[in-house]
Structures are given as C-alpha cells and as structure tokens.
C-alpha cells in the first residue's frame, strides 16, 4: 500500500488555522469533537450485542479511520488508535455512571464544541477547511496528533 503524503494536508489546513485564538480552540474542540462522535457511535444500539460489546457501529468507523491515517502516517495511526481508545474509555465510563446518557451527553459536547469552532474561525477570519473537503474533519485530530509528536521529538 503506497503511502499517502500528510504534508500537502497539513498545509492546507494550517492556512486557516494562524490565529492563536483559533488554534487554541481547536486544541479543545477538536478532541472534544472527535470524542463526541465515537460515543455517539457507540450509542447505537447494535443486533449482535455478543460483537465488541455491541459497538460494532463505533469499531467499523474506527476500522475505516484507521486505514485512512495508516495510509498517510503509520505512527500517526497509532497516536489516533490511542487516543480513540481513550475515548471509548471514557465514553464507556460515562455509559456506565453518568446521570445522563451516553448519547446526550454527546450531542451537548459535540454542539457546544462546533460552536467553539465556528468562533475560532470567526476569530482567525477564514471558514473551516471542512467546508472544501470533507477529509479535513480526519485531518483536524491527525493536526493536532502531529504538533504533539513534533514537540515530544517522534518522526511521524
């Protein structure tokens, strides 16, 4: 499998994310983004409860995301299958003792969190490169994994 460049992508989404106050919101909104649609994925109710616990919905989207960050960074997609493992760790906790379901619960964070976004960008005066290309939502959470890996010292 040839792999694909991350460079051009992380480029072109740096071009509309200069604003220190919009960057600084995305450091918040994006994981919170990328966390609330893994649980709602996983509130799905699923017909074969026996598969994975009954999230095959949230695991086949997982599958799938893991193959586009594979292509483009190996390490990348490690840093991205931790840190999804994380966030189906606290959405199963939240599942599991929170007042509130799973489900609510993520709709509120995923809503409050692009709103945050869309303030960030009114800040940073350019629209979310989503807009585009539908592949920057993948790649919003790979940005921010790969500021990470630059400042701890991992080639990626």
């Excluded at 600084?24 to 994975?52: C, D, E, K, N, R």
């Excluded at 999230?55 to 997982?62: A, T």
Aim: proline share 6%; with cysteine; aromatic share 16%.
């Amino acid at each position: 499998m040839a792999q694909l460049s991350l460079k051009p992508l992380f480029d072109e989404y740096g071009e509309s994310h200069q604003n220190a106050v919009n960057v600084a919101v995305h450091w918040t909104a994006v994981p919170l983004i990328y966390f609330s649609v893994l649980g709602l994925l996983a509130s799905i109710p699923s017909p074969w409860q026996g598969v994975f616990g009954g999230k095959i919905w949230v695991i086949l989207v997982l599958v799938a995301v893991c193959v586009f960050y594979a292509r483009r960074s190996f390490p990348l997609a490690i840093g991205m299958v931790a840190f999804s493992a994380l966030c189906l760790w606290i959405a199963m906790w939240l599942e599991a003792n929170a007042v509130w379901p799973l489900w609510a619960i993520c709709v509120a964070v995923f809503v409050v969190a692009w709103i945050a976004q869309f303030v960030g960008h009114g800040v940073e005066g350019k629209k979310p490169s989503f807009l585009k290309d539908l592949q920057f939502l993948l790649i919003g959470p790979a940005w921010l994994m790969a500021k990470l890996f630059r400042k701890a010292g991992i080639p990626y």
